[in-house]
C-alpha cells in the first residue's frame, strides 16, 4: 500500500498546519497511513499532541535527516466517533413544529455533535410563533430601514404659533411613552422564541429598532424647538403598563399589535395630514409605514393560530374584557393629548376652525373603531363580536 503523503514545510500546528493534516487524513480510511514530513522544530510534539486528541496513532521516525521531521499517521477509528449519532438540527428551509431544546443553540439545520445544551425556550411551538409571512416581512423591514439624520428634513425652516408648537409637544410626548411600551413588549418576547423560528426572532429584532427610531424623531422633534416635554397621564401610563405585564405571546401580540398598533397606524396618518410643519409631518408618516407592518405581523401569526386553535379567540376575547375591567375606572386618553389632536386638525383658532377640528378626531375615533372591527374578523371573529370588542378597547389607543 502507498502511504497518502504531505509535506508541511516550515508550518507549523501551532500556525494552520493541523488544517492540512485534517484535510490530508478526511481522504483516508480508518488503518490507512499518511506520511507526514516537516521543518517546524516543534513539530514532533505537537503531531503527538495533536494525533492523540484526534484519535490517530503516530509513529515519528528516528532516522530523519537533522531538522527535519518525518512520520506516519495510522488515521483512527475514534476520528469517526464525535460525529456517529450526529443529528441536523432540521432543515435549512424547513421549519419545523416543534424544534427540540438541543437545537436552540445552533443555526437551523446544522449538524449537531451530541451533547450540549439544552436550554429550554418557552415559545417553542410553530402554531404559537409562526406566520407565514414571517421570511417576506423581515426582508421588506430590513430593505426599509431608514436614517432619522438622513431621512427627517430637520433643518427645513418653518414658524408655528406658539400654542400650535405646544400642541406638537404634547402629541410628541404622548407618542413617545407608546413607542417606548411598543419596544418593551416584542424585546421581552425574544428571548424566548426558539431561535429556530428565526425569521420571527429576526422580524422581530428589526421591529424592536423601528420602535428605537420612532422614541428618538418623536423626541428630537418635541425638542426642536422647546427644552421641555408636555405631559404624561396616570390612566395613560396604568393602560400602557397592562400591555407590559401581559406575559402571555398570543395575548400580548393581540393586545399590542392587532388592537394598539393598529389603532396607533391611523393616529399617525392623523398627526401627519394635520401637521402644521415638515418635521412633524415625516416623523410621523415614517413611523406609520413601520407600524403597518408590525400589525401585518400580528394578524398574520395570530390569524394562523386561530385557524388551527378555533379556541384562541376566547382567550382573546378574554384579553380584551379583562383589560377592560381593570382600566374600567380610569379616564382613558389623557386629556391634554385629545385637546392638542383638535388645535392640530383645526389649524386656526376661530370657533368654526375647532368645531370642525373637534369633528375630525371624533371622525378619527370612527376610523380606529372599523380597522380594529375589521382586523378582528380577519381572525375570525362575527362581525357582532368584532364591534363589541373593538368598543372595549382601551381609550388611550395603543
Ligand atoms: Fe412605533
Ligand atoms: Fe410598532
Given at each position: 500500500?502507498?502511504d497518502?503523503?504531505?509535506?508541511?514545510?516550515?508550518?507549523?500546528?501551532?500556525?494552520?498546519?493541523?488544517l492540512?493534516?485534517?484535510?490530508?487524513?478526511?481522504?483516508?480510511?480508518?488503518?490507512?497511513?499518511?506520511?507526514?514530513?516537516?521543518?517546524?522544530?516543534?513539530?514532533?510534539?505537537?503531531?503527538?499532541?495533536?494525533?492523540?486528541?484526534?484519535?490517530?496513532?503516530?509513529?515519528?521516525?528516528?532516522?530523519a535527516?537533522?531538522?527535519?521531521?518525518?512520520?506516519?499517521?495510522?488515521?483512527?477509528?475514534?476520528?469517526?466517533?464525535r460525529?456517529?449519532?450526529?443529528?441536523?438540527?432540521?432543515?435549512?428551509?424547513?421549519?419545523?413544529?416543534?424544534?427540540?431544546?438541543?437545537?436552540?443553540?445552533?443555526?437551523?439545520?446544522?449538524?449537531?455533535?451530541a451533547?450540549?445544551?439544552?436550554?429550554?425556550?418557552?415559545?417553542?411551538?410553530?402554531?404559537?410563533?409562526?406566520?407565514?409571512?414571517?421570511?417576506?416581512?423581515?426582508?421588506?423591514?430590513?430593505?426599509?430601514?431608514?436614517?432619522?439624520a438622513?431621512?427627517?428634513?430637520?433643518?427645513?425652516?418653518?414658524?408655528?404659533?406658539?400654542?400650535?408648537?405646544?400642541?406638537?409637544?404634547?402629541?410628541?410626548?404622548?407618542?413617545?411613552?407608546?413607542?417606548?411600551v411598543?419596544?418593551?413588549?416584542?424585546?421581552?418576547?425574544?428571548?424566548?422564541?426558539?431561535?429556530?423560528?428565526?425569521?420571527?426572532?429576526?422580524l422581530l429584532?428589526?421591529?424592536?429598532?423601528?420602535?428605537?427610531?420612532h422614541?428618538?424623531?418623536?423626541?428630537?422633534?418635541?425638542?426642536?424647538?422647546?427644552?421641555?416635554?408636555?405631559?404624561?397621564?396616570?390612566?395613560?401610563?396604568v393602560?400602557?403598563?397592562?400591555?407590559?405585564?401581559?406575559?402571555?405571546?398570543?395575548?400580548?401580540?393581540?393586545?399590542l399589535?392587532?388592537?394598539?398598533?393598529?389603532?396607533?397606524?391611523?393616529?399617525?396618518?392623523?398627526?401627519?395630514?394635520?401637521?402644521?410643519?415638515?418635521?412633524?409631518?415625516?416623523?410621523?408618516?415614517?413611523a406609520?409605514?413601520?407600524?403597518?407592518r408590525?400589525v401585518?405581523?400580528?394578524?398574520?401569526?395570530?390569524?394562523?393560530?386561530?385557524?388551527?386553535?378555533?379556541?384562541?379567540?376566547?382567550?382573546?376575547?378574554?384579553?380584551?374584557?379583562?383589560?377592560?375591567?381593570?382600566?374600567?375606572?380610569?379616564a382613558?386618553l389623557?386629556?391634554?393629548?385629545?385637546?392638542?389632536?383638535?388645535?392640530?386638525?383645526?389649524?386656526?383658532?376661530?370657533?368654526?376652525?375647532?368645531?370642525?377640528?373637534?369633528?375630525?378626531?371624533?371622525?378619527?375615533?370612527?376610523?380606529?373603531?372599523?380597522?380594529?372591527?375589521?382586523?378582528?374578523?380577519?381572525?375570525?371573529?362575527?362581525?357582532?363580536?368584532?364591534?363589541?370588542?373593538?368598543?372595549?378597547?382601551?381609550?388611550?389607543?395603543?
Open positions: 500500500m502507498t497518502a503523503q504531505l509535506d508541511l514545510g516550515d508550518l507549523g500546528l501551532d500556525a494552520g498546519g493541523h492540512l493534516l485534517r484535510r490530508a487524513l478526511g481522504a483516508l480510511r480508518a488503518g490507512e497511513r499518511l506520511a507526514v514530513r516537516g521543518r517546524d522544530p516543534a513539530l514532533p510534539v505537537h503531531l503527538g499532541a495533536w494525533c492523540r486528541s484526534e484519535g490517530h496513532a503516530l509513529d515519528v521516525s528516528d532516522g535527516p537533522v531538522g527535519q521531521c518525518h512520520a506516519v499517521i495510522v488515521r483512527g477509528e475514534r476520528a469517526d466517533l460525529w456517529l449519532g450526529a443529528v441536523r438540527a432540521g432543515e435549512t428551509g424547513t421549519v419545523g413544529t416543534r424544534p427540540p431544546a438541543a437545537w436552540g443553540m445552533a443555526a437551523r439545520g446544522a449538524l449537531l455533535e451533547g450540549g445544551p439544552e436550554p429550554h425556550f418557552d415559545l417553542d411551538d410553530r402554531d404559537l410563533v409562526w406566520a407565514d409571512v414571517a421570511p417576506q416581512l423581515y426582508a421588506h423591514a430590513a430593505a426599509r430601514q431608514w436614517d432619522p438622513t431621512a427627517v428634513p430637520w433643518e427645513e425652516p418653518f414658524t408655528l404659533a406658539d400654542d400650535v408648537e405646544s400642541a406638537v409637544v404634547q402629541v410628541m410626548t404622548y407618542l413617545v411613552e407608546n413607542e417606548q411598543a419596544l418593551l413588549v416584542p424585546a421581552r418576547f425574544l428571548g424566548r422564541i426558539h431561535p429556530h423560528f428565526r425569521e420571527v426572532l429576526q429584532a428589526v421591529q424592536v429598532a423601528d420602535e428605537a427610531r422614541i428618538e424623531v418623536f423626541t428630537r422633534r418635541a425638542l426642536l424647538r422647546r427644552k421641555a416635554l408636555g405631559t404624561s397621564s396616570a390612566a395613560g401610563r393602560s400602557l403598563f397592562t400591555l407590559v405585564e401581559e406575559s402571555d405571546f398570543s395575548l400580548a401580540s393581540f393586545l399589535s392587532v388592537l394598539g398598533e393598529g389603532t396607533f397606524v391611523d393616529l399617525l396618518g392623523f398627526v401627519a395630514t394635520h401637521a402644521p410643519d415638515p418635521v412633524t409631518r415625516r416623523v410621523t408618516s415614517l406609520m409605514q413601520d407600524e403597518r408590525h401585518l405581523f400580528g394578524v398574520a401569526h395570530l390569524a394562523q393560530h386561530a385557524a388551527l386553535e378555533p379556541r384562541l379567540r376566547d382567550r382573546l376575547r378574554a384579553a380584551v374584557e379583562r383589560r377592560y375591567d381593570a382600566l374600567r375606572d380610569m382613558g389623557n386629556a391634554d393629548v385629545f385637546d392638542a389632536l383638535v388645535v392640530l386638525a383645526a389649524g386656526d383658532w376661530t370657533p368654526e376652525a375647532i368645531r370642525s377640528g373637534y369633528l375630525r378626531v371624533r371622525q378619527l375615533e370612527r376610523q380606529m373603531d372599523e380597522g380594529r372591527r375589521r382586523r378582528l374578523e380577519r381572525l375570525g371573529f362575527p362581525a357582532d363580536e368584532a364591534a363589541e370588542l373593538s368598543a372595549l378597547h382601551t381609550r388611550n389607543f395603543m
